[in-house]
């Protein structure tokens, strides 16, 4: 009889379900799903196929990471910090409250370690997970009435992703876990006072314009959120070394297309709002400095009990310290000078 | 007779000769070749061989265009405003002076528009080209005197990247336009009175600070440089839709990890430049400001009798413009307040 051809074993036929941790009707954050997808069919002349379902669809948002571990599907493109309720060390993958912009989470992960500290975490969740969109720092978020201090923030009730919410706890915020397709209704019927979610676009898209007229920034726990194709372990050890490969590389190519995509929509819609009647506001120096002490305080607290979360914030915060130097030199002060000429009209 | 078995068509055997820019003992720089080669070969389990070597070696640094263009090297990965003296278009590969930074770059490249643009370009050059390595803001060299102001720059003869040098000339710099490799025997002997390459870890590595000790900041000129991987069109034509797929993710990989590496790798020098002497400086405003008309100029004068050139240049700068004016909101406040804390000693 004849063998098997070579072929089956080179370009086998692989499909994988893929959900998102987003609305399917936002081309950014849920798109990098599709981006990611496409470019491994590409790479594989349609072999390996990537089906991408929204949140909600086949698998909720906030069940991504059990859904995975269990093998229910076989990856999720998704913000780790939804699954900080498991192990706070989820956080790390997306990005922690005053922590690394996007450049500098590239730096730590792709070439600081980060990666393979996160993935010796995962790994202990029976998964692997490589960077595979950002959203770069976002904005605080929606706000139906003004906040002009501290004291504002007291008792209200904020939509806010993920870890950011346990750092508002501690200056009396109650803050309000609820996926993004969730926010709109309740921030409609005022079952919360306030929500954050991205930035222009797709809080546009959205709609929380309608129900709340001030837009606060910048969002200081998510200067630089890194989502992850968080992959079943079984499933990425079933891969061949080839495409194994591909996951990698176009992983790479969905992080910095989304980046892109929100950098090429952003301004827009931004303008578009503050025509619409948006008022944009800067968060007060004394809530910025209460949350960042309250957020050193926390990665204390949790650091002291948990030994894999610890480890990670060890490294990413001794990134932190040298990225903030290095930046300040030519790249801060190439970006100053050419917005103070973009502000004198001059670009 | 038996047919080619099929296998030979999914992943045939294909080697390309990839020429750098730049010296291999350059792990950043250079080692942005070898992370693209490394990730091709894994997603085509060794099938594609693409074998780098450094400037020099098969091809000069400033040969580049034209070998690939005549298909005496299947690709480059280099900074394609090397290649300005055979059209001025050239430079927006790489990026121009007070143009986009490293972000702004990826939006406009794979988000914005500016990548077709770009290829339709470089078709005209019987090439195909992908972002594939960037060096963030660059340093501003390294000057044998101090620069305290405009009339310091006459006459002085500054070893300067592509397309800086032409600005630099309209304040009275005489440019000199030196590959990577040439410019420590130069700078040693006083052939040149100042030098600029990339920032700290390149510029230690090959020992600036040794013949110079003044280091300013910003490279305006140089606030987000691209390396482009430079590919002859019959080559990509010859390729699989599946390898074409593998070099546009592997592209993207390689763009990323030599961000990431110079991100790493730069604050430790910087630190170790300081403690061994380096004086830092910036540049002066008026300095700055003359540069910055010298350059709005420039670009008239080049739009005003080159097409392809006006035609990219209109669409980079309609998004310099909307980039600038976004990225002040959450991303700058959200950059300085932690930039703060580093100084305050609380990172």
Chains 1, 2 share one sequence.
Request: net charge negative.
């Amino acid at each position: 009889t004849l063998a098997a051809p070579a072929i089956a074993q080179e370009t086998p036929k692989v499909t994988w379900r893929c959900s998102s941790g987003f609305p399917k009707s936002l081309p950014t954050i849920f798109g990098a799903a599709e981006v990611f997808a496409e470019a491994v069919a590409e790479a594989t002349d349609g072999n390996f196929e990537i089906q991408t379902f929204g949140a909600g669809e086949i698998v909720g948002a906030l069940e991504g990471a059990d859904a995975v571990k269990n093998g229910t599907i076989e990856m999720a493109h998704t913000a780790s910090y939804y699954f900080t309720g498991i192990d706070p060390t989820y956080a790390f993958g997306t990005g922690v409250p005053f922590g690394l912009n996007q450049r500098m989470t590239n730096a730590w992960m792709y070439e600081g370690g980060g990666l393979e500290l996160l993935n010796k975490f995962y790994a202990k969740q029976n998964m692997i997970s490589f960077p595979a969109g950002n959203t770069g720092a976002q904005m605080g978020g929606w706000f139906r009435k003004e906040i002009n201090s501290l004291e504002d923030m007291k008792g209200l009730k904020f939509r806010i992703g993920g870890f950011g919410g346990r750092i508002m706890e501690k200056i009396g915020v109650v803050p309000q876990g609820l996926p993004g397709g969730d926010i709109y209704p309740a921030l409609e019927k005022g079952t919360i006072d306030a929500a954050e979610f991205v930035g222009p676009y797709d809080d546009q898209k959205l709609g929380f314009n309608k129900v709340a007229p001030y837009y606060y920034y910048p969002g200081w726990w998510e200067g630089g959120v890194t989502l992850l194709n968080m992959i079943n372990m079984d499933a990425w050890n079933s891969l061949t070394p080839a495409y194994q490969g591909i996951v990698k590389s176009a992983s790479a190519l969905a992080n910095s297309v989304m980046m892109a995509r929100y950098d090429i929509l952003n301004p827009t819609a931004l303008k578009e709002l503050a025509a619409a009647g948006t008022q944009l506001r800067p968060y007060s120096q004394d809530i910025m400095e209460a949350c960042f002490d309250a957020a050193t305080e926390t990665y204390a607290e949790i650091s002291a009990e948990n030994a894999d979360f610890k480890e990670i914030h060890d490294s990413y915060m001794a990134y932190r310290k040298e990225g903030y130097l290095w930046f300040q030199l030519s790249e801060y002060n190439f970006d100053t000078f050419l917005m103070l000429q973009q502000r004198a009209g001059k670009l």
